[in-house]
């Protein structure tokens, strides 16, 4: 059984937001990476005992935001991958069984959410065939036409909520919530980041 694990880091308990937790040159950019690395391990532990051979863990963080250095042994970590026309990766040609969602957060405008975005701050909805999807969504999608089935994903409560109806079955664990009142649409980028 081989798994593709996509990362995050928005969505990892304990990240509480964007300026203070998810940039390069932010306060608390070390301790998230630990806390999403530390995430992904438990859920690697997980896959293995339930049978996974081959896992692969992709680090989906823009800046990235996996710690190599505590990354379980038997998994390999891609990151920095090319970038395709349509400005998602490419997944690759292993022929993948299932794929799993780790630090994942809702998509923009998501009320309740927590850092709420897709593909960055400054994007207001994104639709293919006139579905509004997110990250996971765009990524599921892409899954599914390889014959890759989602699984599992962890995040706050509103993406939990997300991923259930987008992916019928799909297990969830939330390790936050969001206070979020409003969708933040009319936030400028900076603001509402």
């Known amino acids: ?14 990240v509480l937001d964007s300026e203070n937790w998810c940039g390069t040159q932010s306060l608390y950019y070390h301790k998230a990476k630990e806390l999403l690395t530390k995430e992904v391990n438990a859920a690697i532990e997980g896959f293995l005992q339930g049978g996974a051979t081959e896992i692969l863990v992709a680090d989906g963080h823009g800046y990235g935001a996996i710690n190599p250095d505590m990354l379980h042994p038997k998994v ?7 970038v395709s026309k349509q400005g998602t990766f ?7 069984d299932y ?5 994942q957060h809702p998509m923009a405008g998501t009320i309740g959410g927590h850092l709420c975005h897709t593909g960055n701050m400054g994007v207001v909805q994104q639709t293919v065939n006139d579905i509004v999807v997110g990250e996971y969504g765009n990524l599921v999608l892409i899954a599914n036409e390889l014959g890759i089935r989602a699984i599992f994903a962890t995040g ?5 909520r997300e991923t259930k109806a987008f992916v019928l079955g799909s297990e969830t664990v ?12 009319h936030l400028p980028p900076a603001a509402f980041r």
């Open 76 to 82: 390999e970590l891609v990151r920095n991958w090319p």
């Open 174 to 185: 939330a390790v936050k919530r969001s206070t979020q009142t409003t969708p933040g649409k």
């Open 99 to 103: 794929i799993a969602f780790i630090g």
């Open 1 to 14: 059984m081989k798994i593709f694990i996509m990362t995050d880091l928005e969505g990892v308990a304990g």
């Open 156 to 160: 706050c409560e509103e993406f939990c």
């Open 90 to 96: 490419n997944m690759d040609d292993r022929k993948f």
